[in-house]
């Protein structure tokens, strides 16, 4: 069985700065990662995935995030924030090369970003 | 737009009526998931189809909850019998049964059981 861990349920952070999402997996097979953004009242958009090959990935609105297989981690990082990032973060694993892939989430983490 | 929809967005019913939800996935995706997220919560996952055949159920899909896909391209949720911890946003996604490691959601239905 999968779980997620998003250590933070809320993080204020004023416009401009940098941010760090933590997300921490347990997994007993190889995993796909993700992560998605939620705006009020909307579905899930993502913002960008680990499947293999480089630790380090580029997604969508300047975010990125490493993979860490030893630590079990893939936080997600932001160098400077703008007022539009505030929504919530989900992270997500799926069981790599499986049939099916479904999405195991974490709580969320709810990013505020103030002027 | 050729992205996931859902239908209705909203949806208000009385505690112990029947209620259908809807999903159209994206056109050239095979497989089609079902979640559930409750308030300040993760979505979890429901079922999900591969063409027209439903190949997992989750035990959060209780005898109340049915899906169906009988012509692998839309799908129906119905609960019956509902009860106000029903209350929840119903998600649906689609991907690629080939390199469809990703998902892709719709926008969701929210449902509140008065």
């Known amino acids: 069985a999968q779980s997620v861990t998003q250590l933070d349920s809320q993080v204020p952070v004023f416009e401009e700065a940098p941010v760090e999402l933590r997300c921490n997996y347990s997994s007993s097979v190889s995993v796909y990662l993700f992560w998605y953004v939620q705006y009020p009242n909307q579905g899930l958009q993502l913002l960008l995935k680990?499947?293999?090959?480089?630790?380090l990935v580029k997604g969508i609105n300047g975010f990125e995030a490493e993979f860490n297989k030893s630590q079990t981690t893939f936080h997600l990082r932001k160098p400077s924030v703008h007022i539009s990032d505030t929504a919530e973060y989900f992270c997500?694993?799926?069981?790599?090369?499986?049939?099916?892939?479904?999405?195991?989430f974490g709580g969320g983490t709810r990013v505020l970003v103030k002027p | 737009d050729t992205g996931v929809s859902q239908n209705p967005r909203h949806k208000i019913t009385k505690r112990g009526q029947n209620v259908t939800f809807r999903c159209d996935p994206i056109?050239?995706?095979?497989?089609l998931y079902w979640y559930r997220q409750t308030l300040g919560q993760g979505p979890e996952f429901l079922t999900y189809?591969?063409?027209?055949?439903?190949?997992?159920k989750s035990r959060l899909l209780s005898d109340r909850f049915s899906a169906e896909r009988p012509k692998g391209s839309f799908s129906t949720l119905e609960i019956q019998r509902t009860e106000q911890g029903d209350s929840a946003m119903y998600l649906c996604?689609?991907?690629?049964?080939?390199?469809?490691?990703?998902?892709?959601f719709g926008p969701g239905t929210r449902l509140l059981v008065l």
């Open positions: 996604a689609s991907s690629q049964s080939v390199g469809g490691e990703t998902q892709y």
């Open positions: 056109s050239e995706h095979n497989r």
């Open positions: 189809f591969q063409n027209e055949a439903q190949l997992e």
């Open positions: 680990y499947l293999s090959g480089s630790t």
């Open positions: 997500a694993v799926s069981e790599g090369g499986a049939a099916g892939n479904k999405l195991t």
